[in-house]
């Protein structure tokens, strides 16, 4: 479904990418596992469109997207949770998810509108309960999961999370993580990425690792577990945490 070829991103004289090189497969979770820095938003970044790639391609179904601006490729079913909250945080809840509704869904779409929303607060009943509050008021764990919420309402067929677990109560975590599983089973394809591998790998299929700018490992949940086991890396990607 997304292919990546040779992606070289700069940031100055700071090499963020240097010639990544993936596979994704449709229908599938890929988790994206690397130390901090390594360059897991720049390449979530790149794939979304808010960072136009120095060299490289990115082929989404077949077509090449590595110019497109961001709207067309949002059109084109891929949304990304960026690490970092944006939120209109002077806005109700609800009006959050209204306003991420309206600017994403085609007219089609948009007839189901307050269902949909009734849907997210059924499935967090937290946001239900505050949905006349501030998004800026939320805790941190409460406003991700608002962004979250604001991304699947677009109906994505690629989702790109970027550190979903940050800042968030393991039973959070856990709630998030089972939504994306459930996600999984309604077909839309997953690209998630973690600093810790032990969170991802619950849901994963597949996984790469990311080392300062690098791909220094690739394999399914079972090789990268064995990773976790063996890997002097372990230490750095899969902490203490073991699945
Ligand atoms: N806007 C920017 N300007 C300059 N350097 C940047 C910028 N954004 C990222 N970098 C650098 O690019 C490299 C990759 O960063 P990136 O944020 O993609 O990594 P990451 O794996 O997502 O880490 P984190 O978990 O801390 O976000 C790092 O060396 C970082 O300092």
Do not use: C, W
Request: without cysteine; charged residues 25%; proline residues 3%.
């Amino acid at each position: 479904m997304l292919k990546i070829n040779g992606l070289h991103v700069n940031y100055g004289p700071i090499n963020a990418l240097k010639g990544i090189s993936i596979d994704i497969a449709e229908g599938k979770i890929t988790a994206i596992i690397g130390a901090n820095g390594s360059g897991k938003s720049t390449m979530l970044s790149a794939i979304s469109g808010l960072i136009i790639p120095d060299q490289g391609e990115i082929y989404y179904k077949d077509t090449p997207i590595q110019t497109k601006p961001v709207e067309e490729r949002v059109k084109r079913g891929i949304a990304h949770v960026m690490e970092g909250r944006r939120l209109f945080k002077d806005q109700s809840v609800h009006d959050n998810l209204l306003l991420g509704f309206y600017f994403r869904n085609s007219k089609e779409n948009k007839k189901n509108m307050l269902k949909q929303i009734t849907e997210v607060y059924e499935r967090f009943p937290i946001l239900g309960q505050k949905k006349h509050q501030l998004a800026g008021t939320l805790s941190g764990g409460q406003q991700q999961l608002l962004i979250i919420s604001m991304a699947i309402l677009s109906k994505p067929r690629l989702l790109l999370l970027d550190e979903p677990s940050l800042g968030l109560a393991p039973i959070v975590v856990d709630q998030v993580y089972q939504y994306l599983d459930e996600l999984k089973a309604m077909g839309v394809t997953i690209i998630v990425s973690e600093q810790m591998a032990a969170l991802a790998m619950r849901i994963a299929d597949f996984g790469y690792v990311l080392e300062r700018g690098k791909i220094v490992g690739k394999g399914d949940v079972q090789y990268l577990k064995s990773m976790m086991d063996s890997d002097e890396m372990s230490a750095v990607y899969f902490g203490e945490a073991k699945v």
